[in-house]
């Protein structure tokens, strides 16, 4: 079925070290989404990928979308306190008016001093 | 600046119960999701509507239906209200060309 997997599931970091979550599809997607849930939150929507090899930055955080458009990555350089939270995938199935945005299973990110 | 509100944080219904919850949007988004968040499993996408009277079924739809009487209001019930059914309950929606995913607060929802 249409579905992302995403791993892994959980990463505990200190302040400071890097952080890397992946999302892999083995069908071509036509965008990838990323979003971000802090604790008690809802998901938020930090960016979307559309094109072969894209690759986007907002601050420390860099979003590549493969080449072969199946796979996705979120990298956080020198994570912050701030950062920690659930990292979720998406991808836009159909195209259109009937599109259907499906989710990963998410990355928790926990980040200590 | 209010978006997509939920009619309720948390609720508390027994088992067999006809339970609706209801979601708004005011950015007159053509899509509308409900989704499923349960530790472990993400976001499970439970129905979508993409217009007025329109429905699509998601990844899980069994024991659930949706309601789109008007572009801005989804609905989501449950028929028979089931233990299992206890779950966090998020609701979205989206420009149909933008696709970026605007979320509810999340309803709890207890079943017991």
């Known amino acids: 079925g249409q579905q992302v997997m995403q791993i892994p599931q959980y990463q505990h970091v200190q302040e400071g070290e890097d952080f890397t979550t992946y999302c892999n599809s083995s069908t071509t997607l036509s965008n990838i989404q990323w979003y971000k849930q802090r604790p008690g939150g809802h998901p938020v929507f930090l960016i979307q990928l559309v094109k072969s090899g894209e690759v986007k930055k907002q601050k420390r955080l860099t979003f590549q979308f493969g080449e072969a458009k199946k796979n996705s990555s979120l990298h956080i350089t020198a994570t912050q306190t701030t950062d920690v939270g659930t990292y979720f995938c998406?991808?836009?199935w159909g195209g259109g008016t009937a599109s259907k945005l499906t989710f990963g299973t998410g990355t928790r990110l926990q980040v200590t001093l | 600046d209010v978006k997509v509100t939920q009619s309720s944080r948390y609720l508390v219904k027994r088992t067999g119960e006809k339970v609706f919850l209801e979601c708004v949007q005011d950015m007159d988004h053509e899509n509308m999701f409900w989704y499923r968040q349960d530790p472990g499993l993400g976001l499970r996408l439970i129905y979508f509507s993409y217009d007025v009277k329109m429905k699509e079924k998601g990844d899980i739809p069994e024991g659930y239906s949706v309601s789109r009487e008007k572009k801005e209001r989804f609905s989501l019930i449950l028929e028979s209200a089931s233990t299992n059914q206890t779950s966090m309950y998020l609701c979205a929606s989206s420009h149909w060309v933008l696709g970026q995913g605007d979320f509810g607060p999340g309803t709890r929802l207890t079943v017991l």
């Open positions: 998406a991808a836009l």
